[in-house]
């Protein structure tokens, strides 16, 4: 079982509609977890952060955690073109430093 | 304008050869981390340092090494002991090492020649 999982995708949205990504992790101690954008050939940009659980809003993008279910997810809603990007989890690792572990990434496209 | 730094953007290794990614920073973050990315991969940790002229390897340091003489830079060396190095190399930091969030520089993406 990998660390981080997420689903490669693609996604595929129609602009206008909220997509869904979603990341699951192993480690019951994990207590940071990131959403970063990647764009094609660009390193990634860091979009939101959640520590504690339930909801945490920014703009379009909602980003929810389960930590009972290891489960963290993205919600990009009235999603745009400009969307289209891969997205990654990361989590944390505890114990010592702040050693991130990211998912492969989550292909979105949002298509007009 | 505060970030993170990386050249060159592109880069070619001949065989044998080694060669050094620089990334600097004036953020004023204490920790620094370099990653390797492949296609469709998630990112590998290669090394990281959480303070001035100390480092840790991570998961994957064989064939590269790293110095931290000062704050603002990290520069990554990738050995020919490397044999497999096309990959995009990306420099993070974040403010201490801690729960928070690490930013990234805008890559090198390093060929064989």
């Known amino acids: 079982q990998k660390e981080v999982e997420q689903n490669s995708g693609p996604l595929s949205v129609p602009e206008g509609a909220i997509a869904s990504l979603n990341c699951t992790y192993s480690d019951r101690g994990s207590q940071s977890f990131f959403w970063y954008r990647q764009y094609s050939g660009k390193s990634p940009e860091l979009i939101m952060s959640?520590?504690?659980?339930g909801d945490k809003e920014d703009g379009r993008f909602t980003a929810q955690l389960n930590k009972a279910s290891q489960y963290v997810s993205l919600l990009i809603r009235d999603s745009q073109p400009s969307d289209s990007a891969t997205y990654l989890c990361a989590v944390n690792k505890p114990g010592g430093y702040n050693k991130l572990i990211f998912g492969a990434g989550t292909r979105l496209a949002v298509h007009p | 304008d505060g970030g993170i730094t990386q050249s060159p953007k592109y880069l070619f290794r001949k065989e044998g050869q080694n060669v050094t990614l620089s990334c600097e920073q004036n953020?004023?973050?204490?920790?620094m981390y370099w990653y390797r990315q492949d296609p469709g991969q998630g990112l590998r940790l290669i090394y990281y340092s959480q303070i001035v002229n100390d480092f840790q390897k991570g998961d994957i340091a064989e064939g590269y090494s790293v110095s931290r003489e000062k704050k603002e830079s990290f520069p990554l060396t990738v050995t020919s002991a490397q044999k497999n190095p096309t990959a995009f190399y990306l420099c993070?930091?974040?403010?201490?090492?801690?729960?928070?969030?690490?930013?990234f520089g805008d890559g090198t993406r390093l060929s064989i020649l």
């Open positions: 959640i520590y504690s659980n």
């Open positions: 953020l004023n973050h204490d920790a």
């Open positions: 993070a930091s974040s403010v201490t090492g801690g729960s928070e969030p690490q930013h």
